[in-house]
């Protein structure tokens, strides 16, 4: 099975601030990245697939990158509502394996 | 619009069975691969279980053999029938619907990024 591996566990920011999370696939998984949001006692939200591409009505300040086993996601400029937690996700083969989760928090 | 509603949850001893149930509005279950994901309290995302528009299902091997993947085409609902439950399987359990790409043939192709998601329902396994 495919792990992936997020790092920071968390991370404190200002509201302004640049914020990247990077995410880890134990093997090769191409370009079968997803990327969510989410905030406390609700769902999460899908923000980027593909790696990289932008999932309609997403803010174009959140932006993902890479290919093969390392991917990151940048916020790049950090607003209120973006205080929550990011998971990633391999798309590439079962089992669909989440990262453990990334808290940004208010600094 | 797009909606997912869960429901069946709730306290169940150890060893017991559960039906959780996901009405869908504003698409057709049986025309779409949908799956079930799980968050333990304070915990990540598991993905649990999915079964494609021609039927086929898949499990994660934590729930192989106790979980069952159905759907009701007429009432455009999706279930997860859970038996044999255990403390570890106390989890918020989530629907949500895979999204997809059609090829040049027509051909309807996953792409397991989960698009739409339910708002969960909580099954506690506890004595």
């Known amino acids: 099975d495919i792990q992936m591996t997020q790092s920071p566990s968390s991370v404190s920011a200002s509201v302004g601030d640049r914020v990247t999370i990077t995410c880890r696939a134990s093997?090769?998984?191409?370009?079968?990245l997803a990327w969510y949001q989410q905030k406390p006692g609700k769902a999460p939200k899908l923000l980027i697939y593909?790696?990289?591409s932008l999932q309609s009505g997403v803010p174009s300040r959140f932006s993902g990158s890479g290919s093969g086993t390392d991917f990151t996601l940048t916020i790049s400029s950090l607003q209120p509502e973006d205080f929550a937690t990011y998971y990633c996700?391999?798309?590439?083969?079962?089992?669909?394996?989440f990262g453990q989760g990334t808290k940004v928090e208010i600094k | 619009e797009v909606q997912l509603v869960e429901s069946g949850g709730g306290l169940i001893q150890p060893g017991g069975s559960l039906r959780l149930s996901c009405a869908a509005s504003?698409?057709?279950?049986?025309?779409?691969?949908m799956s079930w994901v799980r968050q333990a309290p304070g915990k990540g995302l598991e993905w649990v279980s999915v079964?494609?528009?021609?039927?086929?299902?898949y499990y994660a091997d934590s729930v192989k053999g106790r979980f069952t993947i159905s759907r009701d085409n007429s009432k455009n609902t999706l279930y997860l029938q859970m038996n044999s439950l255990r403390a570890e399987d106390t989890a918020v359990y989530y629907c949500a619907r895979v999204s997809y790409y059609y090829d040049s043939s027509g051909y309807q192709n996953p792409l397991y990024y989960f698009d739409y998601w339910g708002q969960g329902t909580l099954v506690t396994v506890s004595s």
């Open positions: 593909a790696a990289s």
């Open positions: 996700q391999q798309a590439n083969s079962f089992p669909h394996a």
């Open positions: 079964i494609y528009s021609g039927g086929s299902t």
């Open positions: 504003g698409f057709t279950v049986s025309s779409n691969y």
């Open positions: 093997q090769g998984i191409s370009s079968w």
